[in-house]
């Protein structure tokens, strides 16, 4: 079943989410759908889409509580025309099929989105576990080398990002319950907690959604690109 919450920030919605459902965090995926900020985990008007394996008994009587809309009514909506690709962005399909190809998986690409400065592509492949790697870390360094083709075709004013089975919005969703969690087992235990390495976009995903918890504060340590990123009581060392 799939249930809409609203909420001033990302945590306040999903706690009132695990509190109307009855269920924890841990149990359910959360799509963020709306934040009133335009940004995914600022302060503000914040509305998620919670999906739950099974019906909740006595949710949809909750008056914070939404059902899907119906499908035909969406298939209803007047769909925006498609926008032409220009050049920049057909090289940059073509390439990374043709790397893709090299190493020797077939696949399909796509434009996944476009915004200011950033251009998302979708890679839809029978090796997407392959692809994206351990923890990501095969499609980070697809996408890395994909930034500097951009730069090489005069373009690297825009970020490449690319995406396999919706996997970077998988791993930010698994990154905000992952810092909830931590937050709650260093209050409980009043101890902090070091988390695993991870690149500065996923320790700004941990730092931004704890920010807004009063008595937790977070911290990057180590050198290079990897850091890891320490959960403590504010005023702890």
């Known amino acids: 079943m799939i249930y809409?919450?609203?909420?001033?920030?990302?945590?306040?919605?999903?706690?009132?989410?695990?509190?109307?459902?009855?269920?924890?965090?841990?149990?359910?995926?959360?799509?963020?759908?709306?934040?009133?900020?335009?940004?995914?985990?600022k302060k503000g008007r914040v509305r998620i889409r919670v999906h739950t394996r099974d019906g909740v008994p006595g949710a949809a009587s909750s008056s914070n509580v939404q059902?899907?809309?119906?499908?035909?009514?969406?298939?209803?909506r007047p769909q925006p025309a498609p926008v032409p690709m220009d050049d920049f962005e057909q090289h940059m399909l073509d390439w990374t099929k043709n790397v893709i190809e090299r190493m020797g998986y077939k696949a399909e690409v796509s434009i996944a989105f476009r915004e200011p400065k950033k251009l998302?592509?979708?890679?839809?492949?029978?090796?997407?576990?392959?692809?994206?790697?351990?923890?990501?870390r095969n499609i980070d360094a697809l996408q890395l080398l994909a930034n500097v083709y951009a730069?090489?075709?005069?373009?690297?004013d825009i970020k490449i990002v690319l995406d396999s089975e919706n996997y970077r919005l998988r791993r930010?969703?698994?990154?905000?319950?992952?810092?909830?969690?931590?937050?709650?087992?260093?209050?409980?235990?009043?101890?902090?907690?070091?988390l695993e390495p991870m690149n500065p976009f996923e320790r700004r995903i941990i730092h931004t959604a704890l920010n807004d918890i009063v008595d937790?504060?977070?911290k990057s340590e180590g050198e290079g690109l990897m850091k890891r990123v320490r959960v403590l009581l504010k005023g702890r060392k």
Do not use: C, N, P, W
Request: aromatic share 4%.
């Open 4 to 41: 809409e919450f609203e909420g001033k920030t990302e945590r306040e919605a999903i706690e009132r989410a695990a509190q109307e459902l009855g269920l924890d965090t841990s149990s359910f995926d959360v799509e963020i759908i709306e934040s009133q900020s335009g940004g995914l985990f």
């Open 67 to 76: 059902l899907q809309e119906d499908s035909e009514e969406r298939s209803a």
């Open 120 to 136: 998302g592509v979708r890679i839809d492949t029978e090796s997407a576990s392959i692809l994206i790697g351990k923890k990501g």
């Open 151 to 156: 730069g090489m075709l005069g373009r690297g």
């Open 172 to 194: 930010e969703e698994s990154l905000v319950r992952l810092a909830y969690e931590t937050a709650e087992q260093v209050r409980r235990t009043g101890r902090s907690i070091l």
């Open 216 to 218: 937790i504060e977070t």
